[in-house]
């Protein structure tokens, strides 16, 4: 499966998106209660947008499903603009295969409940987030942690992980590891964490995606990602000056969405 983007000059790409989520303690969380059934992406290109048009962060819906929902869109609101991800087909040439590929096109076409008037919506509550619940949907084992050294907080191989009972930040860990499953890097190599993270592009993913998880749940080791990557980020006082390509940004927020649906109960 191929990605393609077709990116309009004022949609923020991914990798500043995701510098953004790096840069701003608090932005994730933010995004995640108010936008929660969307993806990870779209919560932070939604909070952006309301935040540059001083709208109030809320559910958002398309201008008939706040219909349905008996309220209806205020004169003269503009719609945010989301990304969708479309399913494409394509027949090679000289071949009877079809190869389909996702795409992803922006469209403005959401409004946030402060644009809305009319019914009172009910109160909506964030399904909660339960650690063997994603285990399972992902198809991801957790097994015994029996590796010898101590200084190991967990690790990964193809799909299973393993954190370490006395791992410092346990959340942050399994998110890591997680992340080295989701994102491909176990069908190259096992990967087993030290408390001090390497600096190489494959870490920095599995740290983003566990930065982007740790704060959105409001758990423990959000601090810690953010430093590291930073660290990565930023050539004057960090390891190595590249910045995260946007493919790996775009594989991130991706596996990060994947992790967050995984432990939902599916209510949406
Ligand atoms: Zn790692």
């Given at each position: 499966?191929?990605?393609?983007?077709?990116?309009?000059?004022?949609?923020?790409?991914?990798?500043?998106?995701?510098?953004?989520?790096?840069?701003?303690?608090?932005?994730?969380?933010?995004?995640?209660?108010?936008?929660?059934?969307?993806?990870?992406?779209?919560?932070?290109?939604?909070?952006?947008?309301?935040?540059?048009r001083g709208?109030?962060?809320?559910?958002?819906?398309?201008?008939?499903?706040?219909?349905?929902?008996?309220?209806?869109?205020?004169?003269?609101?503009?719609?945010?603009?989301?990304?969708?991800?479309?399913?494409?087909?394509?027949?090679?040439?000289?071949?009877?295969?079809?190869?389909?590929?996702?795409?992803?096109?922006?469209?403005?076409?959401?409004?946030?409940?402060?644009?809305?008037?009319?019914?009172?919506?009910?109160?909506?509550?964030?399904?909660?987030?339960?650690?063997?619940?994603?285990?399972?949907?992902?198809?991801?084992?957790?097994?015994?942690?029996?590796?010898?050294?101590?200084?190991?907080?967990?690790?990964?191989?193809?799909?299973?992980?393993a954190i370490?009972?006395?791992?410092?930040?346990?959340?942050?860990?399994?998110?890591?590891?997680?992340?080295?499953?989701?994102?491909?890097?176990?069908?190259?190599?096992?990967?087993?964490?030290?408390?001090?993270?390497?600096?190489?592009?494959?870490?920095?993913?599995?740290?983003?995606?566990?930065?982007?998880?740790?704060?959105?749940?409001?758990?423990?080791?959000?601090?810690?990602?953010?430093?590291?990557?930073?660290?990565?980020?930023?050539?004057?006082?960090?390891?190595?000056?590249?910045?995260?390509?946007?493919?790996?940004?775009?594989?991130?927020?991706?596996?990060?969405?994947?992790?967050?649906?995984?432990?939902?109960?599916?209510?949406?």
């Open positions: 499966m191929e990605n393609q983007v077709n990116q309009s000059p004022a949609i923020p790409k991914w990798s500043a998106l995701l510098i953004e989520a790096v840069t701003k303690p608090g932005l994730i969380m933010k995004a995640y209660s108010a936008f929660h059934s969307y993806s990870v992406g779209n919560q932070i290109l939604a909070l952006v947008q309301c935040q540059m709208l109030q962060p809320g559910p958002i819906n398309t201008f008939p499903k706040w219909k349905d929902l008996g309220r209806f869109v205020k004169r003269g609101e503009r719609a945010l603009t989301l990304c969708m991800p479309i399913t494409c087909k394509r027949r090679e040439d000289n071949s009877d295969e079809e190869h389909t590929f996702t795409s992803f096109v922006y469209k403005a076409r959401w409004f946030t409940l402060s644009q809305t008037d009319g019914q009172e919506l009910e109160p909506i509550t964030i399904p909660e987030w339960d650690a063997e619940r994603a285990l399972a949907a992902l198809s991801i084992e957790r097994v015994p942690f029996d590796h010898p050294d101590g200084n190991i907080q967990g690790f990964a191989k193809q799909r299973q992980v370490n009972p006395l791992a410092q930040l346990p959340f942050k860990t399994l998110f890591h590891e997680l992340g080295h499953v989701i994102l491909g890097h176990t069908t190259e190599a096992d990967f087993a964490d030290t408390e001090r993270t390497p600096k190489n592009l494959r870490e920095v993913e599995a740290e983003a995606v566990a930065l982007l998880c740790c704060e959105a749940l409001n758990l423990e080791g959000a601090t810690y990602c953010r430093r590291y990557i930073q660290n990565w980020l930023c050539p004057s006082i960090g390891y190595k000056g590249d910045a995260i390509p946007e493919k790996g940004a775009q594989k991130i927020f991706h596996a990060a969405d994947q992790i967050l649906k995984a432990g939902r109960l599916a209510v949406e």
